[in-house]
């Protein structure tokens, strides 16, 4: 009984939903010469690349004297002794233990753990 729906199916032709208007068509010429963006601060467009990213910044200028001295990137362009103690200074904790006592994580209790255990049930048996 299946077999025959199939092949009833597949013996008709697919129509698809969407019907095109008109014939298809590509453009004879595109025009693909640089223009400035509508958004853009200047009405120009740079000389070069090399102009623009000489002007560009991300996250900071991009051409900065320092950025071109360091050949691996901030930290490793430099020895371990040159970049500084690795003791925390005043105020800052590296450890949530170093902490004052009121800060520090308090200890579970036996009942909250049964009831973390328990699904929350031995608070109400």
């Known amino acids: 009984m299946r077999a025959s729906t199939v092949l009833r199916q ?5 129509t698809p939903l969407i019907k095109f208007i008109g014939k298809r068509s590509v453009p004879k010429s595109i025009d693909r010469t640089p223009r400035v963006h509508p958004a853009s601060p200047t009405a120009e467009l740079p000389e070069s690349f090399a102009t623009y990213r000489a ?3 991300q996250h900071g200028p991009l ?5 071109h001295s360091l050949a691996y990137g901030a ?3 430099h020895s371990g002794s040159a970049l500084g103690s690795v003791e925390p200074k005043k105020g800052e904790f590296f450890d949530r ?3 004052p006592a009121r ?3 308090m200890p579970w209790t036996e009942a909250e753990i049964e009831a973390i255990e328990t699904g929350g049930a031995s608070l109400f048996a």
Do not use: E, H, M, W
């Open 97 to 99: 233990n170093d902490l």
């Open 55 to 57: 002007k560009a910044q």
């Open 10 to 14: 597949a013996a008709v032709a697919r």
């Open 63 to 67: 051409n900065s004297p320092t950025r």
């Open 75 to 77: 930290i490793g362009g």
């Open 103 to 105: 800060f520090r994580r």
